[in-house]
């Protein structure tokens, strides 16, 4: 059974940085393309990074290219996404995704 657990969200100011993490089980970690997606409020899921199997970046939302880096660690099979210079716009819950799998997500909020 797929297991992902979000973590390491929280409030923080436009300007400030968070790491997301994402503690996954019950798949071949160090060899499965994963991703970050993100719902703001009132909106629908936006696909944020992407990292192919052989943990590599793939894919950034334009809106969070130079800011955002996703990252793993195989031995902790771990799923990361560093968020820096946050903007008031970059306030949703975050998700990590493999396959058809979603955990419950971590709130970002970033106010003043």
């Known amino acids: 059974e797929v297991t992902l657990v979000e973590s390491g969200g929280g409030l923080v100011q436009p300007g400030g940085s968070l790491r997301l993490s994402c503690a996954a089980s019950g798949f071949s970690f160090s060899s499965t393309a994963m991703s970050w997606v993100r719902q703001p409020p009132g909106k629908g899921l936006e696909t944020v990074a992407i990292l192919s199997s052989r943990g590599s970046p793939t894919y950034y939302l334009e809106a969070v290219k130079g800011r955002f880096t996703i990252s793993r660690d195989d031995a902790k099979n771990t799923l990361y996404l560093q968020l820096n210079s946050l903007k008031i716009e970059d306030t949703a819950m975050y998700y990590c995704?493999?396959?058809?799998?979603r955990g419950q997500g971590t709130q970002v909020t970033v106010s003043s």
């Open positions: 995704v493999v396959g058809q799998s």
